[in-house]
């Protein structure tokens, strides 16, 4: 796969970040603890459902504290819906646990602190680094994996391979808001099965050679 030029690489930001200047996630979540549950929440399950499971969650669950009085049993019953919720609703306990006996029930800023968290990896991190604390840092996902490889914009041969490609690549003046431009991007133009390449802004500047028409 050939690779973007940095002119490319300029022209395909500064398109995105035209058409969406401040863009976010698309979890919903109240606080720096809420944003993280939620995002340990959403491995391997949509945004969406998420979103439905914790709607009432975050009502009476919105802090360590609280999280640990619902307990995990109680927890179940709000994110059956998820996948994997049991391994979730385990890891969501004992991170909030540990969260008030190291960090005074606060999320860490510091990605090593996070990572130590029970159920978060590097992506969480990464997420709840940018999301939470404005750290210019790309969380990729799968969509972001699809979208670096297919374009060109940072190829890679894994995840880590790619965010740092992407580190590198991104001009510093896009890397704030780069995860949420890529994600959305690959979410609903630059999708997995059938690109919608006469919809994207960027498609000129895309070095897929499979272009959709139609």
């Known amino acids: 796969m050939a690779q973007m030029s940095k ?3 300029e022209t395909f930001l ?3 970040s035209a058409a969406d200047p401040s863009p976010t ?3 919903k979540y109240a606080n720096n603890y809420t ?3 939620a995002v340990v929440l959403s491995a391997q399950a949509t945004d969406v459902g998420v979103n439905k499971a914790t709607a009432k969650l975050f009502k009476i669950a919105d802090s360590p504290q609280k999280m ?3 307990g995990e049993d109680g927890l179940i019953e709000h994110i059956r819906t998820i996948g994997l919720f049991r391994n979730k609703a385990k890891n969501v306990i004992a991170l909030s646990r540990q969260l008030i006996d190291l960090h005074d029930g606060e999320v860490p800023r ?3 602190a996070l990572e130590a968290l029970p159920g978060v990896g590097r992506k969480t991190a990464n997420v709840v680094l940018n ?3 404005g750290e210019p840092t790309i969380a990729v996902d799968t969509h972001i994996f699809r979208l670096s490889n297919r374009t060109g914009l940072a190829p ?3 995840v880590v391979e790619v965010e740092k490609k992407l580190l590198k690549r991104v001009p510093v003046q896009y890397r704030q808001h780069a995860h949420h431009w890529l994600i959305l991007h690959g979410r609903y133009v630059c999708k997995a099965r059938k690109p919608d390449c006469p919809r994207c802004i960027v498609a000129d500047q895309c070095r897929y050679k499979a272009k959709t028409i139609s």
């Open 131 to 133: 999301t939470a604390f």
């Open 35 to 37: 944003l993280l549950v």
């Open 156 to 158: 890679g041969k894994n």
């Open 68 to 70: 640990l009085r619902l």
């Open 14 to 16: 500064e398109r995105l």
């Open 110 to 112: 510091e990605r090593a």
């Open 7 to 9: 002119a490319q690489i």
């Open 25 to 27: 996630t698309e979890l």
